[in-house]
């Protein structure tokens, strides 16, 4: 009788099971775990029975399995095979069918050296299930942290390049792992040090999956638990430059364009130096190459991103054209230092490359302008023409409920994909900085669309405001752009976000806060600055909000207090170019504002650079009071 028929699962037989099970005598131990594996395969109902599942991984000895893993993994040994694959086996199914609480006890968590130890003395199908039960065990903190505080996983590395799934178990483990802060330099170590040796393994190879796994763990991970300048991130930066200039394939493009976006985010000063320097010793400098080739991704994948917004392809190609947007992004600052920076000896890359660099970011910026008001108007208002028929969702918005398209993300509205972040970044920068009137004036019919998405910041998980702020500084600098901005509410909606920070000192809590607020008053100094007529009587609201404002005793951060003598300024110019008569209704407010100034020039040194505008400010104001 076979191990088969032997493990029919009836009462008597299972009893038999566990009796071999518990006896002393390994060869009994051994045939009771094949006719376990043998009943756990065939019985659907025992494997979806918890109680019995628990039962019977109570009645396996733990120092059988280390046993049979170890002995199964001396070479020498005849049986080791059947004795290797047959532990890999039951901890493969246990590591399934145990119910969460199961999973993390020591038990099957203690089993993680044995298991990486024998991986190099595996093969075939028990690799692969060896592999997967690690995969399953690490996916739970006590597990993770097995993997972590074993000392040698090099069994594991070393098969990394033609077993993917290694690098999902490494991931896994890190982002499950240690996680308090003396654990933390515990994770940093680890991943220093097995990222390093990956490099080495990766060596001659194209080393796309290892890409694609930097690109997937790195944005996932807490930076405080990161090595802070990592000696692998040269070779990591080697790898994607030999895959841009060689051709690359799909997948090789996906790699290189995540891992840039993530080792930029994650290592940003050191990643710049090593990316986009021009080290002088190429005739067609790497980053020419490089932007282009994304700038290029870009433009032949937008005209046809609508229609794939259901897609299930859609996530992995919105993420790479987000990283793709991100990377161009991060460039275009890394290039704007550079070119202000007087102490470079060499240019990032030579005049005719920027140039033609130049040409190639307008081409690719005037579609993105397109494809951003194609996917707003799927997402929000509809098409002119379409049958109401066709538009059967609802999108509630800050200007109130619009029916969507079909074709519409159902999973992500426009406010709500990362992508479209992305997007605008890069597109505000460009606007910003690049003096192209044809783009500019192609951008200001997104003025809704950028208002929308300024507003739609307050609820949602993304914040689009600083990146709407500086398109905004772009558009207003011709009359155009200021009206479609005042036309679509701008002024207000602007307006009453700065007074929301300023009320709750948020400014003085964090720089990005402050920054804001730096932003918002030059958008608004730009457009009263510029208003033909003077200052609009509603637009004198906001000094009367700005007399109610509460200055703090104390301002710790520099952009701070800079924020705040922005604010007066924008006070003071809103109150010169109103006419007298508006002036005389608000000398009340002028002269509060005033007391607010005198109560921000204290937080002011005298050798701040800031002294100067504030005693302007109070010099404006008084004479105004």
């Known amino acids: 009788m076979d191990v088969d028929q032997a493990a029919q699962a009836d009462p008597a ?24 594996r043998s009943v756990l395969d065939n019985s659907a109902d025992i494997r979806q029975n918890t109680a019995i599942i628990q039962h019977f991984w109570s009645c396996i000895s733990s120092k059988f ?9 001396k070479p020498s040994n005849p049986d080791g095979k059947d004795m290797l694959d047959l532990a890999v086996s039951i901890l493969h199914t246990f590591a399934i069918l145990l119910p969460a609480t199961g999973k993390g006890q020591s038990k099957l968590v203690d089993r993680v050296p044995s298991l990486v130890d024998a991986v190099l003395y595996s093969s075939g199908e028990t690799t692969d299930r060896l592999l ?3 995969f399953t065990i690490v996916s739970n903190r006590e597990g993770a942290e097995a993997l972590i505080l074993h000392e040698d996983i090099s069994s594991l590395t070393e098969i990394a390049p033609s077993h993917a799934i290694v690098l999902d178990i490494l991931r896994h483990a890190w982002l499950n792992g240690l996680t308090t802060s003396s654990e933390r330099h515990v994770v940093s170590q680890h991943v220093d040090k097995v990222l390093q040796n990956l ?52 997948d090789a493009r996906v790699a290189y364009t995540n891992a840039s976006a993530a080792l930029l985010q994650s290592y940003p000063q050191d990643t710049m130096a090593l990316l986009f320097v021009n080290t002088g010793k190429e005739e067609k400098p790497f980053t020419f190459l490089f932007i282009n080739l994304l700038l290029i991704d870009i433009r032949s994948s937008a005209p046809t991103l609508l229609e794939k917004l259901n897609d299930p392809a859609y996530p992995a190609i919105s993420r790479r054209l987000a990283s793709a947007f991100d990377v161009v992004c991060i460039f275009l600052g890394f290039l704007i230092r550079s070119l202000e920076d007087e102490r470079l000896e060499t240019m990032v890359m030579p005049p005719e490359s920027l140039l033609k660099m130049r040409k190639n970011l307008g081409e690719t910026m005037s579609v993105t302008v397109e494809y951003l008001r194609d996917r707003w108007d799927a997402s929000v208002a509809g098409a002119m023409g379409l049958h109401p028929d066709a538009r059967t969702g609802s999108a509630e918005t800050s200007m109130g409920s619009h029916k969507t398209l079909t074709w519409d993300s159902m999973k992500d509205m426009a406010d709500k994909d990362p ?48 990146p709407t702020l500086v398109a905004l500084e772009g558009l207003l600098t011709f009359k155009k752009g200021r009206e479609m901005f005042l036309l679509h509410d701008g002024w207000t909606i602007i307006s009453k976000d700065l007074m929301k920070i300023l009320r709750t000192h948020a400014e003085d809590e964090s ?23 003077g200052t609009l009587e509603s637009w004198l609201d906001l000094i009367t909000a700005f007399a109610a404002w509460d200055v703090p005793d104390s301002v710790t951060l520099a952009k701070a207090r800079e924020a705040h003598v922005g604010v007066l300024q924008l006070c003071c110019t809103l109150l010169t170019r109103a006419n007298s008569g508006m002036r005389s209704r608000y000398r009340h407010s002028t002269a509060a504002i005033a007391g607010a100034a005198s109560h921000v020039a204290k937080n002011i040194q005298a ?10 400010v109070l010099d404006t104001l008084r004479a105004l009071s």
């Not at 991970?221 to 990161?226: E, V």
């Not at 790898?239 to 200039?245: C, D, P, S, T």
């Not at 690049?434 to 910041?457: C, I, P």
Request: a negative charge; one cysteine or more; glycine letters at 4%.
């Open 419 to 466: 992508f479209i972040l992305s997007a605008l970044r890069t597109l505000a920068i460009w606007l910003r900085e690049d003096e192209n009137e044809t783009l500019r004036k192609e951008a200001t019919g997104l003025t809704d669309v950028f208002l929308e998405l300024y507003q739609a910041s307050d609820a949602g998980e993304l914040d689009f405001r600083s």
């Open 13 to 36: 037989n299972l009893a038999k099971i566990e009796e071999l099970l518990k006896t002393k005598n390994d060869t009994q131990r051994f045939v009771g775990l094949a006719l376990l």
């Open 132 to 134: 997967q039960t690690l």
């Open 199 to 250: 490099c080495v393994i990766f060596k001659g190879t194209d080393a796309v999956t290892l890409l694609s796994f930097l690109g997937a763990f790195l944005p996932q991970a807490d930076l405080r638990a990161l090595p802070k300048h990592p000696k692998w991130l040269p070779a990591m930066v080697g790898f994607i430059q030999n895959l841009v200039k060689s051709r690359p394939t799909v």
């Open 511 to 533: 720089e990005g806060n402050a920054e804001l607020v730096i932003d918002m008053v030059r958008v608004l100094l730009t457009v009263a600055e510029e208003e033909e007529s």
């Open 65 to 73: 399995l280390d046993r049979l893993l170890k002995t199964g993994s």
């Open 607 to 616: 050798a701040d650079d800031l002294n100067e505008q504030i005693t302007d």
